[in-house]
C-alpha cells in the first residue's frame, strides 16, 4: 500500500547533515508529504510534513521537487540520538485517509 | 502529562485468552488509531475511530474488537490469543480540523507476547 521509495539504511557522521531521500513519483495533487520516525523500542514520532513548498521546523527542513515526484528530509545537524529508522509517507489531508507506513530508511548516526 | 498513554507497557499471556490493551490520550484530539508493528517491525494500521464512530476497519480478524467510549479512549480488546499476534501495539491520536489534517502522536506501545 506505500506509495513511498525509501532508501534501507544511511549512515552519516555525528555533527554533519543528514539527508534521507524519498520517492513518490505516484503522488497526486492533493496529498501531503509526512516524515515520520521510530527510535528503537519507542512510538513513532512526527517529524514535519508539506504539500509543495519546501518547510523547515526545529527538527528538520522537508525539501520537495517542484515536481512533487521526490522529496528530502534533510536534519541539518545529525547527533547521536537522531539513530532512528524515517519514514516517509504520502496522505490525502483529512483523517479518513489512513497512515500508511513503508519499510522507511534506518538512518545510523556515528560518532 | 504523556499524551498518548498505553497500558500495559508488556503483556504476556498464553494462547486462547482473552485480553484488552488501553489507550488514553489527554490532547482533545477526535480521531485515535490502532496499529500493529509486527516481528519484521512493519507498522501496520488496524483501526481507526473518529469522535467515536468506526472510520478505518482494514483486514482484521474477527478476534480483534476495538472499544471507544469517549473520545479520549480507544482500547482493544482480543479474544482466543494466537502466537501470531505477538507484536507491539501502537495506539495513536490526531485532531480532524477539516481542510487540513495534523500529525499523529503515537503512544510508546504495547508488547504483546503470545506463549
Known amino acids: 500500500d506505500a506509495k513511498t521509495t525509501q532508501p534501507t539504511s544511511m549512515d552519516c557522521a555525528e555533527g554533519r547533515a543528514a539527508n534521507l531521500p524519498c520517492n513518490h513519483s505516484t503522488i497526486s495533487g492533493n496529498e501531503y508529504v509526512y516524515w515520520y520516525r521510530q527510535i528503537h523500542s519507542q512510538g513513532p514520532q512526527y517529524i514535519i510534513h508539506?504539500?509543495?513548498n519546501n518547510e523547515t521546523n526545529e527538527m528538520a527542513s522537508l525539501i520537495i521537487t517542484e515536481d512533487r515526484k521526490s522529496s528530502t528530509l534533510i536534519l541539518p545537524h545529525a547527533t547521536l540520538r537522531d539513530t532512528a529508522v524515517y519514514y516517509c509517507?504520502?496522505?490525502?489531508?483529512?483523517?479518513?485517509?489512513?497512515?500508511?507506513f513503508g519499510t522507511g530508511t534506518r538512518l545510523q548516526v556515528f560518532p | 502529562d504523556t499524551a498518548v498513554s498505553q497500558t500495559p507497557k508488556y503483556l504476556v499471556t498464553q494462547m486462547g485468552n482473552d485480553k484488552s490493551i488501553k489507550c488514553e490520550q489527554n490532547?482533545?484530539?477526535?480521531?485515535m488509531y490502532w496499529y500493529k508493528q509486527d516481528s519484521k517491525k512493519f507498522l501496520k494500521i488496524m483501526f481507526s475511530y473518529n469522535n467515536k464512530e468506526l472510520i478505518i476497519n482494514e483486514t482484521v480478524p474477527n478476534r480483534f474488537s476495538p472499544k471507544s467510549p469517549d473520545k479520549a479512549h480507544l482500547n482493544l480488546h482480543i479474544n482466543s490469543l494466537e502466537l501470531g499476534d505477538s507484536a507491539v501495539y501502537f495506539c495513536?491520536?490526531?485532531?480532524?480540523?477539516?481542510?487540513?489534517?495534523?500529525?499523529?502522536?503515537f503512544g510508546q506501545g504495547t508488547r504483546l507476547t503470545v506463549v
Open positions: 508539506g504539500l509543495k
Open positions: 509517507i504520502v496522505r490525502l489531508s483529512y483523517n479518513t485517509d489512513k497512515l500508511i
Open positions: 490532547l482533545g484530539h477526535d480521531t
Open positions: 495513536a491520536s490526531s485532531q480532524d480540523r477539516g481542510f487540513m489534517n495534523t500529525e499523529a502522536f
